[in-house]
C-alpha cells in the first residue's frame, strides 16, 4: 500500500473512532522537556578615560616626572604626591596614593623577583636537559628522540624567560586597573 493511502485510511480510521465516541476526543497529555545552555562570557574592559580635569593635571604631574629621568633628585616622591592630588579630594587622593605606593612596591620588588624568576627557569632548562639525555637511542618517546626533546626544553625555557621579561608590565598593569577606581577631579 502506498503512502498516501495508509495516511488517507489512518484519517479515516480517527474519523470514525471520533464519530463513534460521540464526538469527543480522548485526550492525551504530553509532556514536552526543554532544556536551555546559557553561556556567559566576560570580557575585560579598558579602564574608563580620567576626566578633563584629572587628565590636564595628570599631564603636568608626568611633566614633573621627566624631570627625573633627567637627572633630578629625590623628584620621584614629589612626582607621586602631586600625581595623588589629580584626583577627588578625600577617597580619590587617598586611593591614587595606595596606587601609586603599591607600584613604587611592586617595581622595588621586581629586581629581586626577575631574578628569582629567571633561576626557576635556568634550574627547569638544567632538569629538562638532564631527562633528555636519558632517552636511549631508539627509544620512540619522543618522535625525532633527544632532539625534540631538547628543542621543546629550549623552547620552554624561551617561554620562561619572556614571563620573566615581562613582570614589569605587571606591575604598569596593575597600576593602570587600580587609578581607574579613584574618583577623578
Not at 578615560?49 to 584629572?54: G, I, L, N, V
Not at 603636568?60 to 579630594?89: E, I, M, N, W
Request: glycine residues 8%; positive net charge.
Amino acid at each position: 500500500m502506498g503512502r498516501l493511502a495508509k495516511t488517507m485510511v489512518s484519517g479515516a480510521v480517527v474519523g470514525v473512532a471520533l464519530l463513534l465516541s460521540g464526538g469527543r476526543a480522548n485526550a492525551q497529555s504530553v509532556t514536552t522537556t526543554t532544556t536551555t545552555t546559557t553561556t556567559t562570557t566576560t570580557t575585560t574592559l579598558l579602564p574608563h578615560p580620567f576626566s578633563a580635569a584629572t587628565k590636564a593635571c595628570v599631564r603636568r604631574a608626568k611633566a614633573l616626572r621627566s624631570v627625573c629621568h633627567h637627572g633630578g633628585t629625590g623628584c620621584f616622591a614629589s612626582y607621586q604626591t602631586a600625581f595623588s592630588g589629580c584626583f577627588a579630594p578625600g577617597a580619590g587622593v587617598k586611593c591614587a596614593t595606595k596606587c601609586t605606593g603599591n607600584e613604587t612596591s611592586c617595581f622595588t620588588k621586581l629586581p629581586a623577583t626577575k631574578k628569582t624568576c629567571r633561576t626557576a627557569c635556568r634550574t627547569a632548562l638544567a632538569a629538562d636537559s638532564k631527562a633528555c639525555s636519558l632517552i636511549h637511542d631508539g627509544d620512540n618517546l619522543w618522535a625525532a628522540g633527544d632532539a625534540s626533546c631538547l628543542s621543546t626544553a629550549q623552547s620552554n625555557f624561551a617561554l620562561c624567560e619572556s614571563v620573566c621579561d615581562g613582570l614589569a608590565a605587571d606591575c604598569r598593569t596593575a597600576f593602570t586597573f587600580c587609578i581607574a577606581n579613584c574618583p577623578n577631579l
